[in-house]
T-cell receptor, first 116, second 112 residues
Framework: SAVISQKPSRDICQRGTSLTIQCQVD?????MFWYRQQPGQSLTLIATANQGSEATYESGFVIDKFPISRPNLTFSTLTVSNMSPEDSSIYLCSVGSDRRGTDTQYFGPGTRLTVL | GENVEQHPSTLSVQEGDSAVIKCTYS??????FPWYKQELGKRPQLIIDIRSNVGEKKDQRIAVTLNKTAKHFSLHITETQPEDSAVYFCAASTSGTYKYIFGTGTRLKVLA
């Protein structure tokens, strides 16, 4: 499976500021996704990062709050904008396997965000 | 839309015993069901998955069963070991969409 890295691994931010999280994959992948995992909770899909076009957001998530870039097939960024303490979560990117006939996703190590 | 329920939320077993975690899904179009293990502070790791054309799949001490009629699937871990202690998530997806709906998670504790 692909090797996935995220930067930063953790950060503590002040409310009202923005943080950009990077996701890097060691091989080209078609599908990339961003998830949020609130403390002690399950994983919730924020959006699908589409290469060369606007991301596809899930219900409850909007581009103004979570702008996403996907400039190529190995890299994506998620920005958490105008942060509040409720944005404190782990943010994970994932990639879909490009092997035909499989829908498997592999996750990055996550970015632990604390907003004060 | 799809909804996935997962039970129990916590499970404690003695080392060597078996553990069973159950998930129920609502969308009959779902046909791919992965299970992830997440250790504290780590990323979710795929441990096993099953497609709707198969009723059971086994990988060493781990097995997954699927009942399409009842829309539920279960994770079975035999001969549990302390390193099996983690949070386990089930998910449901429709092939080709890559959209996972995750269950709420089960915290498994294996007592030595």
């Amino acid at each position: 499976s692909a090797v996935i890295s995220q930067k930063p691994s953790r950060d503590i931010c002040q409310r009202g500021t923005s943080l950009t999280i990077q996701c890097q994959v060691d091989s080209q992948v078609t599908m990339m996704f961003w998830y949020r995992q609130q403390p002690g909770q399950s994983l919730t899909l924020i959006a699908t990062a589409n290469q060369g076009s606007e991301a596809t957001y899930e219900s409850g998530f909007v581009i103004d709050k979570f702008p996403i870039s996907r400039p190529n097939l190995t890299f994506s960024t998620l920005t958490v904008s105008n942060m509040s303490p409720e944005d404190s979560s782990i943010y994970l990117c994932s990639v879909g396997s490009d092997r035909r006939g499989t829908d498997t996703q592999y996750f990055g190590p996550g970015t632990r965000l604390t907003v004060l | 839309g799809e909804n996935v329920e997962q039970h129990p939320s916590t499970l404690s077993v003695q080392e060597g015993d078996s553990a069973v975690i159950k998930c129920t899904y609502s969308d009959s179009a779902s046909n791919y069901f992965p299970w992830y293990k997440q250790e504290l502070g780590k990323r979710p790791q795929l441990i096993i998955d099953i497609r709707s054309n198969v009723g059971e799949k086994k990988d060493q001490r781990i097995a997954v069963t699927l009942n399409k009629t009842a829309k539920h699937f279960s994770l079975h871990i035999t001969e549990t070991q302390p390193e099996d202690s983690a949070v386990y998530f089930c998910a449901a997806s429709t092939s080709g969409t890559y959209k996972y709906i995750f269950g709420t998670g089960t915290r498994l504790k294996v007592l030595a």
